[in-house]
């Protein structure tokens, strides 16, 4: 139903599927698939056709009453947590080498589960996945932090095209009132950073959690000493770690990185390393101290 009426904004504006989809900016076919009603856009996509088509605020509208997942189905395992996530009044993470959950596109989920699961139980976990997401994308959305360790922008998942998708989502959401991303660059030994990826979970009830994995396990812990400990770890490395606005320029170098090279260049050190190198090259260049080079005298020829 949504992509009929987007379909019929889109003719009466006169653009194609990929006049739009330069406008708004993505992927035609993302244009197309949404017509077609095989991919769920964000609210934002939405918003944007409205402005970009003159609507009125119609595909916004429908949008929120549209109900994109209504049978999916979690691993068993997973149930707890996500049934947390329909609740919970903040949330914070921190995630090592893969993207969390809730901040993954549907390329990036869908290449991930790929790897492990047939093709059809993919599609049923990338759903799944995606539903989770849609109380933390609207505008009264509870708190959600997030610290990704820089081996999250590193880690290539489905090949370049997903990773510049998937650094671009982080950017657009971290533009979020409720959301705030930040990067822990991977060579800076003065960071604490937790043992593993953990959940920091709060309830209405006031009942706090403390989550994590392992493989196709999940593990809940709700001492009150527990989660104070790891609560008090994350807070210092969100407070030593670079800021939000610092993060989105790091997001944003690695996403110029997939775009132009296909895969990041750097190897070693933060995304923002070479650039620190630099700086650090031309201050050394234009401040120290200067020797003059010891060149061998010539030989003096017999007679």
């Not at 990036?108 to 997401?133: C, G, H, K, N």
């Not at 959301?179 to 009830?205: F, G, H, K, W, Y």
């Not at 050394?284 to 010891?294: A, C, D, F, T």
């Amino acid at each position: 139903m949504f992509g009929e009426v987007l379909k019929h904004f889109r003719e009466a504006a006169g653009l194609t599927q990929e006049g739009l989809a330069s406008r708004i900016p993505c992927d035609r076919s993302h244009v197309a698939r949404v017509e077609a009603g095989t991919r769920v856009p964000q609210d934002t996509f939405a918003k944007s056709c409205d402005e970009l088509l003159g609507t009125g605020g119609v595909l916004e509208r429908l949008w929120g009453r549209i109900d994109w997942y209504p049978r999916v189905e979690h691993p068993d395992w997973f149930r707890r947590r996500a049934e947390m996530d329909a609740v919970a009044v903040s949330l914070r993470e921190y995630q090592e080498r893969v993207m969390p959950g809730l901040l993954q596109t549907e390329a990036y989920a869908r290449a991930l589960f790929s790897r492990v699961t047939e093709r059809e139980e993919a599609e049923e976990r990338v759903r799944a996945r995606m539903s989770r997401q849609r109380r933390f994308l609207t505008d009264d959305g509870p708190p959600y932090h997030v610290i990704l360790d820089e081996s999250c922008l590193r880690n290539v998942v489905g090949g370049p095209s997903v990773m510049r998708e998937q650094c671009a989502h982080l950017l657009t959401l971290g533009r979020r009132s409720n959301i705030r991303i930040q990067v822990a660059p991977a060579d800076d030994p003065a960071l604490i950073r937790p043992n593993a990826s953990m959940s920091l979970i709060e309830l209405p009830d006031g009942h706090r959690w403390v989550y994590s994995e392992s493989l196709d396990r999940g593990h809940f812990n709700d001492d009150p000493t527990v989660f104070r400990q790891h609560s008090h770890t994350y807070d210092v490395l969100r407070a030593d770690a670079p800021s939000a606005p610092q993060s989105a320029a790091l997001i944003g170098d690695a996403l110029e990185r997939y775009q132009q090279h296909g895969q990041p260049r750097v190897q070693r050190g933060d995304v923002g390393q070479e650039q620190l190198q630099r700086r650090q090259r031309r201050q050394l260049r234009g401040s120290g101290p200067r020797y003059p080079r010891r060149r061998p005298r010539p030989r003096q020829q017999e007679p």
